[in-house]
């Protein structure tokens, strides 16, 4: 497995405002947001964010195709775009 670090920034306001008010009411511990984006060919290790626009994830995958796959499987593209 490779590491790749990626930057993510919201697609928009409204989409931050909409995660982030989710995650408030039904607030998770780290363990369980990472387990949510553990994948079949990519895996979510750690994630750092803040108020801002911009938020960083740690991921594992065979290759970085195999990530943006899992990007569009969990569905991060429809939130926020991506540098990997």
Do not use: I
């Not at 947001?33 to 994630?47: I, S």
């Amino acid at each position: 497995m490779k590491h790749f670090m990626c930057v993510h920034h919201w697609n928009n306001e409204e989409t931050k405002s909409r995660v982030k008010e989710m995650l408030g009411e039904h607030p998770h511990t780290d363990r369980q947001f990472l387990g949510f984006y553990d994948g079949e060919k990519a895996k979510a290790l750690q994630h750092w964010g803040g108020e801002g626009d911009f938020f960083y994830c740690h991921w594992v995958a065979e290759s970085e195709d195999d990530l943006q796959d899992a990007f569009e499987a969990f569905g991060v593209n429809n939130d926020c775009y991506t540098m990997v």
